[in-house]
């Protein structure tokens, strides 16, 4: 007999050496492995004393969670598997603020345009796949015209965007920045984040033009007018998306920079030249919207082309014997990816599945960068209980753990599901 203390010694070194299973060619593989990192992550981060949020290492990060629930709601659409409704549904209406557009009285004093974003893509991807509504908070009304519906909160979003890029465009020729509130203290009100972190962020956040930002306005616009067919939408998508042209956030082969200033009348002369995969992706999925919403058009469709040959040869080649597989090329390969550095590949993985429904023609092209991913992302979540690594070129676990890390290999999953999940809606 096995003393108890061996056998869980042994259970252990079982859990730890067996990698996630995955048949990148088994829809039910795949559906599967998702499943076992959607409980992941409820297992190691859903204890939050703060309401709907996801227990995350520190520095902590609010728009984080707002992201790890938008993938939620595409795990729930692509796998009928309905745990986390109430979750979500919880999550969502605990932040939606008093306005319905997710700007939190609780997060008041530091909350960005793009922390804001990053929770309004739940309620842009809920509102595309008829995900349940949130019971109505005035219940004599329905449907779209319920102030806490889905499409009524991307549309309040919409309209802090277009107020705050009014006042924003009084340099640069436009841009919206970073931080909305002039008033605020920005990073420095948020008490989870290192005092030295909060400190350079502030002096940075009210003067920074940054693509995040100025991507998830696009995002929001152009995804609205292909639900809607609101031209109102498409506008304001053209105009943002020509400014991140012309200010050189986007530039030649469609390279996606982080950011610009206005900063002591710099007036955006200068572009911060870092490349992060969450960028782009904000840039392509907004972008694969506007092809849906254009459809014959053809020039939506050479952007998307464009921004997904630019992704390849940014964030596809971790070493040169091994090509094809996702990696955040600022920080990976030295291990220095910070909590929110490490989800970015999620947003990358997920936005390149939907442009792939949205934009036939570059499939190809996407699968081929996708599913070699998703295979390193499955034998990367090989710690305890298959928790994921950060690198997914190495064949293996690289022992860095985390949320980030988790939601990334979800969202890759997921990714893989995205062209047998229900067609997105229009309004009715
Ligand atoms: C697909 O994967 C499922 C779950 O792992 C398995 O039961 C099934 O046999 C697989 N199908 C094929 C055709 O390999
Ligand atoms: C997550 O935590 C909340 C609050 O403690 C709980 O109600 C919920 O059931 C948990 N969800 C899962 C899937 O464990
Ligand atoms: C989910 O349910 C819908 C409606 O019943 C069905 O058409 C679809 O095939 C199901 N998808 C999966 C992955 O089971
Ligand atoms: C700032 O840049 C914008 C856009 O290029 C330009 O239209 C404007 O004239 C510039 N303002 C100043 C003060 O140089
Ligand atoms: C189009 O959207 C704009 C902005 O939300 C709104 O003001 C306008 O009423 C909409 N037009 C129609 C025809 O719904
Ligand atoms: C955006 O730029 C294109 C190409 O230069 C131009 O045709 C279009 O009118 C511009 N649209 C807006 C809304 O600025
Ligand atoms: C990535 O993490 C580093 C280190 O914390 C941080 O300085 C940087 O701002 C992060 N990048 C982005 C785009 O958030
Ligand atoms: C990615 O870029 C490499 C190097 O240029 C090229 O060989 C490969 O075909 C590209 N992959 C895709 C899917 O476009
Ligand atoms: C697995 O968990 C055990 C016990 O908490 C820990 O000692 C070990 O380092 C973990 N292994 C991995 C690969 O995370
Ligand atoms: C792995 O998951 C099991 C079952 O939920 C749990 O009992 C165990 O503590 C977990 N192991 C580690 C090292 O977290
Ligand atoms: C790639 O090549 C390097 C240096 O030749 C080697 O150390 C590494 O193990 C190789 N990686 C893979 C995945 O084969």
Redesign the pocket.
Known sequence: MFPRALILALAVFVASTACLSLDINNQTSIRQAATVLAGGIFEYHNISSTAGLFTQPE?WFWWLSGSGWTTLIDYTIYTNDTTYVSDIHSALSQNLGPNNDFVPTEQSGWEANDDQVYWVYSALTAMEYGFPALPCDTPSNTGSSCPNSWQSVAVNAFEDFVVRWNIDSQTCGGGLKWQYDPKAKGWVGNPMIPLS?RER?MSVSQNYKNA?TNAGFFQTAARLARYTGNQTYADWATTVWNWSITSGLIGSEYHVF?GTSDEADANCSSVNH?E?S?NLASYLHGAAHMHAYAKEDTIWETIVNGLVDSANTTFFTPSSNATGIMYEQI?ERQA???V??TS?KGSLAKWMGKAAVLVPSVAPKINALLRPSAQGAAASCSGNNSTCGTKWYIGGFDGQTGFGQELSALDTMLSLLAADAPKLSVSA
């Open positions: 520095p972190t962020l995040v982080d870092m992060w969450y920080c220095m990816c910070s929110d550095n970015f």
